[in-house]
């Protein structure tokens, strides 16, 4: 009998496979018992026209800086920090603010210089509406002569008589500078072509400061006395000047409300507490305003004629008139306010509202 061929056996082989086994009735029983495999969706995304599957991911989640606030919420975070490394963190952050510190000083610097250089310019422009020419001036009359005379208007800061070194005479013109501008167009209004000394004397603001004051100052400052006189406009306020020296402000305020409702009303005062003869009354009508002028001025009140005229500038404006001699921060105030800057900016960044938060990493830069 001969033996069978391999491919008989192969067959046979295969024929076994294909055939299925039952399991025994143990492994049946431990099937049942197991739960159903669960089954993850899988989502599709379309790109392009087909559709690429995303497939479920899993292993360790590491959450960067930019998702710190939301990494905390799920309860996850980077992990823990070697020593060094916390060393190298805190040096960087020592540094960062360090830098946000000069970073801020220094901005802080440039906007008081800037501030600085806009009350000087303010304060400019003030002086040169404050300023008068006199002109057509009589050979015997002297400053102290044209300080009494033009004393009444309002308080002057200056008087500037050119002198011929030939003849040892002015030239017959001067220049009177007030501290406010009110009594300088008071003066234009009032002397302008009135007899002085034998002669009549002439009275300008203006066009001939242009020619015989400082050229070169005047069109820098324009553009600040136009806006200046603009926003003056917007309040209903006179002037008041050669105000007795018995009268008060509640005086001022009895006669003046006769023309209209007073809002403020107020003296100029000097360091001893007496005012100093010149003030302000503001209306709440435009109306009101200009009647008080036409009535009041020239006005015998308390044995002196009082001078009332329109208001050049807003009320903000006297503080400009002596303006801050500090140039500079103190050092100490400067870097004390930008650390808090820097600080506040730090915290803004990282979108933490409470201060204790953050670590204060510059308290050593303080100390």
Do not use: W
């Amino acid at each position: 009998m001969s033996d069978p061929s391999p491919t008989s056996e192969i067959s046979q082989d295969a024929a076994d496979n294909t055939t299925p086994k039952e399991d025994p009735p143990a492994a049946v029983e431990e099937k049942q018992q197991q739960p159903p495999p669960q089954v993850i969706p899988v989502a599709v995304i379309p790109i392009r026209g087909s559709a690429m599957p995303v497939l479920p991911q899993h292993g360790k989640v590491y959450i960067g800086p930019g998702a710190k606030k939301e990494a905390q919420v799920l309860g996850l975070g980077l992990s823990s920090l070697h020593r060094s490394e916390r060393s190298d963190l805190d040096r960087a952050k020592r540094f960062a603010m360090e830098q946000s510190i000069k970073f801020t000083m220094q901005k802080q610097q440039t906007a008081h210089q800037e501030n600085q250089q806009k009350v000087a310019m303010y304060a400019q422009a003030l002086s040169l509406m404050a300023r008068v020419y006199v002109g057509s001036i009589s050979f015997e009359i002297r400053e102290d002569q044209l300080r009494e005379t033009f004393g009444e208007f309002g308080p002057i800061k200056s008087v500037n008589m050119s002198f011929d070194a030939s003849t040892g005479h002015h030239k017959g013109y001067a220049f009177l500078e007030y501290e406010i501008p009110e009594a300088a167009l008071l003066a234009q209004e009032a002397m302008n072509g009135l007899m002085m000394g034998g002669r009549n004397i002439k009275v300008e603001r203006g066009r001939v400061q242009l020619q015989l004051g400082r050229p070169q100052t005047m069109p820098q400052a324009q553009p600040i006395i136009d806006m200046i006189m603009t926003e003056a406009r917007k309040y209903h306020r006179i002037y008041v000047a050669s105000v007795h020296e018995d009268l008060n402000e509640s005086d001022l305020r009895t006669v003046f409300s006769s023309f209209g409702n007073i809002i403020k009303c107020q003296l100029a005062k000097s360091t001893s507490g007496k005012h100093r003869g010149f003030g302000y009354i503001e209306f709440d009508t435009p109306r009101a305003a200009a009647e008080a002028i036409t009535g009041m001025n020239m006005f015998d009140l308390g044995g002196k004629l009082m001078r009332v005229g329109k208001c050049l500038t807003p009320p903000e404006a006297l503080s400009y008139i002596v303006p801050n001699t500090q140039t500079q921060l103190p050092t100490a105030a400067a870097m004390a306010a930008a650390a808090i800057t820097a600080r506040i900016q730090a915290q803004e960044a990282a979108g933490v509202s409470n201060p204790s938060v953050l670590p204060r990493t510059f308290s050593g830069i303080l100390a």
